[in-house]
Each structure stands twice: as C-alpha cells, then as structure tokens.
C-alpha cells in the first residue's frame, strides 16, 4: 500500500475531525466522528494531484464548510467546501516561492473572522514570505491585511503549525527572518489585537534564528507559550508571555528539537523529530520529561 | 475560568469578564486557546484526549491529558 504523505487536521466539534493528505491519487479528505478512533474516506481530490496541504480549517457554526490551504510548485491556493469536503472551489490563489519552505495555517476569531497567513515569494533568495488575509465571509472572499517582509523588514518564514487567539481580535504569528540570503538573521513576533487590521512587530531577538517550526499555544492560567525549533543551536527556544504578550521571556527547555506543539490545561505537550519522542511539561519548560518515543513525525495535535 | 487571566485581560485590554460561554474555538490548527468576545469569553481547555497526526497519516491517542500514549492506526486503510 501506498503511504500518505502531508497530512493536516483540523477538529470540528467535540468528537468530529477532518484530515486532508497527499496520496498517488490526488489530496484525500478523510473524516473522524468518534475523537480519531476511526476515520472514514470523504472524498479523493484528483484535480489536486501534486498539491501539498498546508492547514485546514473548519466553521463550527457551519459544518459543511471546510476550507483548505494547499500549494502547488508555484502558488498558494485557499479552496473552499460547502459540502463537507466532498468538493472545493478555489477562493484565493497567490504566487509563492518555489524553493520555499513555509506553511500556512488559519486562525478563526471569536467573532468568526478567520485569518489566513499564506506562503507566499520572497524575491530572490531562497526562503519565502507570507501574506496575511482576512475573511468575514467563511471563505468565500478575502481582504488582504499585512505583508509579514515589509512589517518587519525582512523575509518572514516559519512552518506554523498552531495559532491562537489569546485575548479579543488579538494574536502573535512567529517568524523567523532569512538564514540563507541576507545574512541578517533573527526572530520575529507580528502582533494584531484588531482581529488582523492591523499588525506590529512585538519583539525582536536579533542575534540568531531558529529553525522553522513553530506553534503557539495559551495554557489555562493565560500565558501563552511560542515554541521554535532548535535545530541550528543546541537547543530549542520557548517564548512565554505571563501579560498577554505585552513582555516575553526566552526559555531554552532541556530537549533536542521543539518540531511541534499542544498544550492542555497548564501542561505543554511538545514533540520532537530526535527519536520521535513526546515530551510533557508542567512548568513551562523548566523541566521536560519524555513520555513516548518512536512516534512518526506529528504534523497536527487534535484536542477532545 | 482563571482569574489571573481575567485580571491580565482587564488590564491590558481594558475588558471586563462578565459573563462566560462552553464554546471553544476549536481545532489545534486553527489555535486551541482562550478567546474573548466582547465581553463573552469563548473557550474551554479541559481536552483529556490528545490525538498527534503523523505527516503519514498514523493517529496515536492519549487519553490521561498526555501522560501515556499508545498508537491507533493509519488514517489510510
């Protein structure tokens, strides 16, 4: 049998979850109704072949609509279903670097806006950038908002996989500048408490940059936790926020990569590609211990 | 709710928790987390069952908040 490649999940409800993968047929969507115990084929997206998805997304208010980022050798694309995925519809199309490495995601807001920070090209060089995007329409349509390169200066490149957000209209989106091209390297925080209006650039640490992947979580207590892989220091890199992100303390946890990252209650749960092993923390990264190992590589957590 | 967290909100965003709601935002990539509608906080992050996703497809589950984990199946069958 052939393997699944790529695959992203996105939780619709307290015991519903869809999945898109890359298969030798095209993007498959599959579905779960019983918290992952089983998932069942919803549709073979043929006309897909080729494409990689990026992120899902799911309207709790509206089940039958699932949107998907995905891209191509060339372009990002946001797809929209209103048929539960049986079919799409593409919504946005935009040009991305072809040699670049980023990974878009979604955020949806309370007040059921939903942002879209998609990969998109950054000349030149061999790393990409994104564009942010709003939608009030589920999908249907989208107002461009932000270009993270001229925010903050620099390309702006990250594989994201979680975004949250924190306090009303507000969220961090973390990126790292080009570690390639410019030679001028470091990391990035853009910043909305509008629900993507408006952006900022919320702190910068200007010496070194991280790896690609990157997740934010809130724990219960409010404090938002940014994880950075560390694949090109000996560590990986925790940004904890205890004021909503007004201020930010780096950590450097005792572990060998951060490649992906969920949280529950006031426990991190982080994963690592070294011995595919996940880690827990109950003190925002002071201490990690090692509760699995052998586990492929996670592309997406899904909470019930 | 923590009231930790309603104070920072008050404080930096100068909104006052008065009333709460059970729905939560919803899946981890679109953010798990605590949101706040005007005045209407959105969130709950009580999520005993963790499920990773392997970029393959294979679905492990915990179901104690993260302690033990243990390998469900490929999505692809």
Redesign the interface.
């Known amino acids: 049998?052939a393997?699944?490649?790529?695959?992203?999940?996105?939780?619709?409800d307290a015991t519903t979850?869809y999945?898109a993968?890359n298969?030798t047929d095209g993007i498959?969507i599959?579905k779960t109704n019983n918290?992952?115990?089983t998932?069942s084929l919803v549709s073979i997206q043929n006309s897909l072949f080729g494409y990689t998805p990026d992120?899902?997304?799911?309207i709790?208010s509206n089940p039958d609509i699932v949107l998907l980022m995905a891209e191509d050798a060339s372009n990002s694309y946001i797809f929209k279903s209103v048929d539960g995925g049986l079919t799409f519809t593409n919504k946005l199309q935009i040009v991305r670097n072809t040699t670049g490495h980023c990974r878009g995601?979604?955020?949806?807001?309370?007040?059921g806006r939903i942002l879209a920070f998609v990969p998109t090209k950054y000349g030149g060089i061999n790393e990409s950038n994104f564009y942010g995007y709003t939608s009030d329409d589920n999908g249907d349509t989208w107002t461009f908002r932000v270009d993270a390169e001229n925010t903050t200066g620099f390309p702006f490149g990250s594989r994201m996989?979680?975004?949250?957000?924190?306090?009303?209209g507000?969220?961090c989106v973390p990126g790292r500048s080009d570690y390639w091209g410019s030679g001028t390297t470091g990391v990035w925080f853009l910043e909305t408490?509008n629900w993507g209006e408006s952006w900022s650039v919320i702190s910068i640490y200007s010496s070194g940059s991280p790896d690609w992947d990157t997740a934010?979580?809130?724990?219960?207590?409010?404090d938002i936790v940014i994880s950075w892989n560390g694949s090109i220091y000996s560590q990986p890199r925790l940004y904890i926020s205890?004021?909503?992100?007004?201020t930010w303390t780096l950590k450097t946890p005792s572990l060998s990569k951060i490649d992906n990252m969920?949280?529950?209650?006031n426990?991190l749960?982080l994963?690592s590609t070294v011995g595919g092993t996940?880690y827990?923390s109950d003190n925002e990264g002071d201490t990690v211990t090692p509760?699995?190992t052998g586990?492929?590589?996670?592309?997406?957590?899904?909470?019930? | 709710m923590s009231s930790r967290l309603s104070q920072l909100v008050e404080r930096r965003y100068g909104l006052a928790i008065t009333e709460r709601s059970n729905y939560y935002i919803g899946a981890t990539a679109i953010g798990e987390g605590w949101g706040y509608k005007g005045l209407i906080m959105l969130g709950e992050y009580d999520f005993k069952y963790i499920r990773a996703i392997s970029d393959t497809g294979i679905v492990y589950k915990s179901d104690d908040y993260g302690n033990t984990w243990s390998t469900v199946g490929n999505i692809v069958t």
């Not at chain 1, 586990?295 to 019930?304: G, K, M, R």
């Open positions: 049998m393997v699944a490649s790529n695959t992203r999940a996105a939780k619709r979850a999945v993968l298969y498959r599959y918290c992952g115990a998932w992120s899902l997304c799911i709790p995601n979604f955020l949806r807001f309370g007040i996989s979680s975004l949250v957000e924190y306090a009303t507000a969220t408490k934010v979580v809130q724990l219960l207590n409010g205890k004021d909503l992100g007004a969920t949280s529950t209650k426990r749960i994963y996940i827990i509760v699995a586990i492929e590589v996670v592309n997406s957590f899904l909470l019930f």
